[in-house]
């Protein structure tokens, strides 16, 4: 009689930790294409490339309801009409599976992409909480051949923020005559409170020169340099996960339950609109992203 083997009590914990840490990714990588923090063409070109990672070992079936809009029945007609059967997993997916696939997805998900003739104006936008700041102002210390602009606002300085070098802080009635008199690129009222906006003359001075601007500012700013000057590079700034970008929401420890409610709903919303944009960078290592940032500007 042959008897099985049964494996160490020892390994069949480890393989069960190993199990769990694989759905939790899984899982996890399902919110950030839910939450548009990562593209389902980037999640399906991680499943191709490395069949044994847990992107390789979602069912398609998952990874389809994930997609914004799509339920059980809409994902099982896109099923058939792919010739995908329910139980293949997106490392498993064969050739002619995967570009009906990838067309599918360009389709309806479109991925942004670099447009012709830009121009020496480079906008940085991104969720709140994604380190828009820091990623500049890793560029202007480290990249001094391209200018970051300075912003002016109606809020007060905070501690250790200087006026002409953080931003220029204006009384509500400069700010409305910089309106009145066109002498602002862009400008919004931010989280319902203080307006930020980008004065025009440095800018223009600056290109004028030959030099590279950087504007760092929020949605609402990057859609009306976009409306002024269609020849600007947009690019949109990504925090690395979904979970991540939560943990620096909650991490600052300066906002109340109720507004890092709001604003987690608000970063929700604007990550939704990173087609708009020509470039996306994934703020996972400031050196790094503003070194991408950097290469992009030039």
């Known amino acids: ?65 994930a997609l914004p809009a799509i339920g059980e029945g809409k994902r099982d007609r896109i099923l058939a009409e792919l010739g995908i059967a329910p139980v293949k997993r997106l490392g498993g997916l064969g050739p002619r599976q995967r570009v009906a696939l990838s067309r599918w997805l360009d389709e309806r998900f479109p991925e942004p992409s670099p447009r012709a003739g830009r121009s020496r104006l480079v906008v940085l936008a991104g969720p709140t909480a994604v380190g828009k700041g820091t990623v500049a102002a890793h560029v202007k210390e480290h990249h001094p051949e391209i200018l970051l602009s300075v912003s002016a606002t109606t809020r007060v300085p ?13 009384d509500d009635a400069e700010f409305d005559r910089l309106i009145a008199s066109g002498e602002l690129l862009e400008w919004a009222t931010v989280h319902n409170a203080h307006r930020y906006g980008t004065p025009k003359a440095p800018i223009e001075k600056a290109l004028a020169e030959g030099r590279t601007v950087l504007l760092e500012i929020d949605l609402q700013g990057a859609r009306q340099v976009r409306a002024a000057a269609p020849d600007a590079a947009l690019v949109f700034l990504l925090p690395p996960s979904w979970d991540e970008l939560v943990h620096r929401l909650v991490g600052r420890g300066t906002e109340g339950e109720e507004e890092r409610a709001r604003r987690l709903r608000t970063a929700k919303t604007e990550l939704a ?16 992203a503003a070194a991408e940032v950097a290469a992009l500007a030039r």
Do not use: C, W
Not at 36 to 44: A, D, G, I, K
Not at 158 to 170: A, I, L
Not at 273 to 288: K, P, T
């Open 273 to 288: 609109s990173q087609g708009e944009f020509d470039y996306l960078v994934v703020n996972d290592d400031v050196a790094r």
């Open 1 to 65: 009689m042959i008897q099985t083997r049964r494996p160490p009590e020892v390994d069949r914990a480890a393989a069960s930790r190993r199990a769990v840490a694989a759905r939790r990714e899984r899982a996890a990588l399902k919110k950030d294409v839910a939450m548009r923090v990562l593209s389902p063409q980037e999640l399906l070109r991680r499943a191709g490339e490395h069949p044994d990672t847990p992107a390789g070992a979602m069912r398609v079936t998952e990874y389809l309801t």
């Open 158 to 170: 905070r501690p250790g923020e200087v006026n002409g070098e953080h931003y220029f802080f204006v």
